[in-house]
């Protein structure tokens, strides 16, 4: 009993959280070279007016090999955000230039750099549904999470 408790302590200590929590409006965000967010959820408080997410990668890997950015849009935009994105090309961070579904997105960065953004929250429907992505091509996919406004 004691060892199947053991390993089922060992087994959470490995697992990605599920979310961050934006304390005093800010939350950190850890990116890496297995294409991977630390987190799959963001919750942030509803009295919060702006939001900073700072956005780590923690690899190795260059922007242009295994690059990774912070996409804020509605849930359901974010596979056309993504797809638009990838055409628009490195040069743009991955993001079609003045995209009315983008509410907020980071610079790509390569492993060992991180860059921050600030945001209005203010005017979102803090009911709506809210998506975080990576638009780096082909990482949207298994680099997206939830975007929450706390009850």
């Keep these: 009993m004691i060892r199947k408790s053991a390993l089922a302590a060992l ?17 950190v965000v850890e990116s890496n070279d297995a294409m991977q967010f630390d987190t799959k959820e963001i919750v942030v408080d509803r009295s919060c007016d702006e939001v900073t997410v700072n956005l780590k990668h923690v690899g190795k890997l260059p ?10 849009t509605k849930k359901d935009d974010m596979q056309a955000v993504a797809a638009d994105g990838a055409a628009a090309g490195l040069d743009n961070d991955y993001v079609k230039p003045n995209d009315d579904r ?21 005017d ?6 809210y998506g975080f992505l990576c638009s780096f091509p082909g990482h949207w996919a298994v680099m997206q999470g939830k975007f929450v406004f706390a009850e």
Excluded: Q, R
């Design 102 to 122: 983008v509410i907020a997105y980071t610079k790509v960065i390569g492993g060992g750099e991180e860059t921050e953004i600030t945001f209005d929250v203010s």
């Design 124 to 129: 979102l429907d803090k009911d709506d549904d």
């Design 11 to 27: 087994l959470a200590a490995l697992a990605l959280p599920v979310a961050a929590v934006a304390a005093d409006c800010s939350v």
């Design 63 to 72: 922007a242009s090999a295994m690059g990774h950015n912070w996409v804020l």
